[in-house]
């Protein structure tokens, strides 16, 4: 026996992707459901967060709650590429006002954003495991049934948008993904409370490792560090094959980094976890009668800490497009449409950029002006195009403006004309 009850929009999942489509479409006035197959606060890895995400947390009155609760982030430290010495950027040097973001307990935080779209009007329901997708067999999603209690309930919506995760519970019956190979890894990792602070004390920092791979150190408080091995699939199976196991692969990591060196006896038992880490991009974010936002529509290496910011960007879209989608039937593909194409845009600068990065035989430079190239709408030095490309500054205008009525390739009109400027001005200077 299941009831049946009916929605505008159903999202799968209440991560940062989840809760932020979910409380926004509730905070614009529509019927909203929000199902989460764990009870909060629940763990999460995930845990450094980007100054791109300010204007969200902003827009959803969290900043105040997030200075109060967790560590300030004031940028990233490096150990790579050719330079011997270690470098560092700072949010502060995008510019603007956006001069930290936040190392947070992803349990802590993801309850909060929870409870947010709860008190913006969102129905939530946790322990709700969503097992089937309504219509996905015709082509047109049309709802979900999810398991509550021992119970069977039926949801019919206009929309089911999928924010869950890499279980990409919509989106694996909706669209193809496409796997990227070079960045098929995986992470392992665990947490020390005995360690100096280091250098730059409120910087995450990202090094790579002699022998493949690249290891992150994320001052949580000052007590509490988390440290994690990014290796590929490859690395970890030729160790297996030589009788080394996760452990000792990390802890191998872990003596040959510089951030060890900042730890009182690095404690060898530590309790450690692993996950699955491969890129990868969905053919299509939306479809009809459904839309994916956050892991659910794209995953990308966390070398630059993007996930959660990437994925509550994309939500941040969705929720205007599907609002002006449920406002006006007919306007539907078009929203739709250039929500998909500014998202995939995030993810793929991101993306292209990370591939550049992963090699780390180049020099500090090489590395800056790759990122200015990518962000050069925005500015002309490679410093700044650097942290305003990892920062996601650089986009924060077409977040903050995204207008799912506007124009399709303004963004390549802007890029043109700011190309052509840069030439112009290149020309004049060596006519000088
Ligand atoms: C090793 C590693 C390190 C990372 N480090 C960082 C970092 O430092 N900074 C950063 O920003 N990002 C980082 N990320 C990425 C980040 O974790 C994700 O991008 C982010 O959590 C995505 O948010 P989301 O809301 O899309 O998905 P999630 O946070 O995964 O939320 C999805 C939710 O959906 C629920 N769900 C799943 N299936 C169902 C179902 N069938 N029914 C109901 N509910 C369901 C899940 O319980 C979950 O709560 C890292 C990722 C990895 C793997």
């Known amino acids: 026996m299941s009831d049946i009850q009916n929605f505008d929009v159903v999202v799968v ?5 989840g809760s932020t489509v979910g409380g926004l479409l509730a905070k614009a006035g529509h019927q909203v459901l929000i199902l989460e197959r764990e009870r909060f606060p629940r763990y999460h890895i995930g845990e450094s967060l980007v100054t791109g995400m300010t204007p969200l947390m902003e827009e959803l009155g969290l900043v105040e709650e997030l200075d ?24 502060s040097a995008a510019g603007g006002t956006y001069t930290h973001a936040w190392h947070v307990t992803r349990s802590e935080f993801d309850e909060l954003m929870l409870d947010n779209a709860r008190s913006l009007g969102a129905t939530v329901v946790e322990e709700a495991h969503v097992n089937e997708v309504l219509g996905a067999d015709g082509g047109t999603v049309t709802g979900v049934v999810y398991t509550h209690g021992g119970q069977r309930h039926e949801i019919r919506s206009r929309y089911v948008v999928d924010a869950s995760g890499q279980a990409r519970t919509v989106a694996r019956k909706m669209t193809e993904t496409k796997w990227q190979d070079d960045l098929r890894n995986v992470a392992v990792w665990g947490y020390f409370d005995t360690y100096a602070p280091i250098e730059n004390e409120n910087d995450i920092l990202v090094e790579a490792i002699e022998g493949g791979g690249w290891m992150w150190g994320i001052p949580l408080s000052k007590d509490k560090l988390s440290m994690g091995y990014v290796l590929s699939v490859e690395q970890m199976t030729a160790a297996a094959r030589d009788g080394v196991g996760q452990r000792q692969l990390f802890l191998q990591g872990l003596a040959s980094s510089s951030i060890a ?4 006896d690095a404690d060898t038992e530590v309790e450690l976890s692993t996950a699955r880490d491969w890129s990868h991009l969905s053919d299509a974010f939306y479809g009809p009668g459904w839309v994916a936002v956050g892991d659910a529509a794209a995953f990308i290496d966390p070398l630059f800490s993007s996930g959660v ?6 939500a941040w879209l969705a929720a205007r497009a599907l609002d002006a989608a449920l406002k006006s039937p007919a306007d539907e593909e078009h929203a739709l449409q250039r929500f998909d194409s500014v998202y995939r845009q995030l993810f793929n600068d991101i993306l292209s950029y990370v591939r550049f990065f992963m090699d780390p035989s ?18 002309q030095s490679s410093r700044v195009g650097f942290i305003a490309l990892i920062s996601g500054v650089g986009a924060v205008a077409d977040l903050v403006d995204f207008d799912p009525m506007g124009m399709d390739g303004l963004r390549e009109i802007l890029t043109e004309r700011a190309q052509k400027a840069k030439a112009r001005a290149e020309t004049a200077a060596a006519a000088l």
């Open 362 to 379: 180049r020099r500090r430079e090489e590395y800056m002006q790759r990122a200015q190239e990518v962000t050069q709408m925005y500015t």
């Open 13 to 17: 999942g209440g991560g940062p992707a």
């Open 261 to 264: 060196k900042t730890m009182v």
């Open 68 to 91: 109060r609760r967790f560590q300030h982030k004031s940028g990233i430290s490096l150990r790579w590429g050719q330079d011997e010495q270690p470098w560092r950027s700072d949010f």
């Open 309 to 314: 910011w990437l994925g509550t960007s994309g």
